[in-house]
T-cell receptor, first 114, second 113 residues
Framework: DTAVSQTPKYLVTQMGNDKSIKCEQN?????MYWYKQDSKKFLKIMFS???????INETVPNRFSPKSPDKAHLNLHINSLELGDSAVYFC?????????????FGSGTRLTVV | AQSVTQLGSHVSVSEGALVLLRCNYS??????LFWYVQYPNQGLQLLLK??????LVKGINGFEAEFKKSETSFHLTKPSAHMSDAAEYFC???????????FGKGTKLSVKP
């Protein structure tokens, strides 16, 4: 069983479309994250949820909306996609909100906006 | 403010040579430090972590890192590089403004035959 699974792995879509990325973890962790990795491999946190409650919301366009139906799932919905949204999006989970125990990452979703 | 600096965006070594990837940090509190590896088209995998206690930390695949408080460093080493070590390596610090991990910009390791 994959600990943190993301779907889809690849996503190619046109500008202006709306798309969702799903993430599920079976580790029993309380905290989940979305990170964006740009073309230069830089990782930037976008959102964090702890037991379904939003605890981190970095400066991200409000076209991005996370949703956590339960503590095992954290989805990312993106409206009106733009070329600059092209990146790899990683979901991660952790036992702690402080990051002191580290994260377990999913394998990523490569989003390409054309 | 907490920050992580990885020196060298690209390091190239020959197979069998020593691997040294450099990481310096800035933290106002005792740091929790991590090294992650990212193989092509994959997610990040934890190599090793320093929390408290022993300053020399051993990880998977023969890697180790030494925490040096006086130098604010947490460099990653491996005595003998293998072709399979070619990947992107990230140093990370726990304790961002909202408790998240802060990542360095990554170092790409190439291994020549």
């Amino acid at each position: 069983d994959t600990a943190v699974s993301q779907t889809p792995k690849y996503l190619v879509t046109q500008m202006g479309n709306d798309k969702s990325i799903k993430c599920e973890q079976n580790l029993g962790h309380d905290t989940m994250y979305w990170y964006k990795q740009d073309s230069k491999k830089f990782l930037k946190i976008m959102f964090s949820y702890n037991n379904k409650e939003l605890i981190i919301n970095e400066t991200v366009p409000n076209r991005f909306s996370p949703k956590s139906p339960d503590k095992a799932h954290l989805n990312l919905h993106i409206n009106s996609l733009e070329l600059g949204d092209s990146a790899v999006y990683f979901c991660a989970s952790s036992q702690s909100t402080t990051g002191f125990v580290g994260y377990t990452f999913g394998s990523g979703t490569r989003l390409t906006v054309v | 403010a907490q920050s992580v600096t990885q020196l060298g965006s690209h390091v190239s070594v020959s197979e069998g040579a020593l691997v040294l990837l450099r990481c310096n940090y800035s933290s106002s509190v005792p740091p929790y430090l991590f090294w992650y590896v990212q193989y092509p088209n994959q997610g990040l995998q934890l190599l090793l972590k320093y929390t408290t206690g022993a300053t020399l930390v051993k990880g998977i695949n023969g890697f180790e890192a030494e925490f040096k408080k006086s130098e604010t460093s947490f460099h990653l080493t491996k005595p003998s590089a293998h072709m399979s070590d070619a990947a992107e390596y990230f140093c990370a610090l726990a304790g961002g403004s909202q408790g998240n991990l802060i990542f360095g910009k990554g170092t790409k390791l190439s291994v020549k035959p």
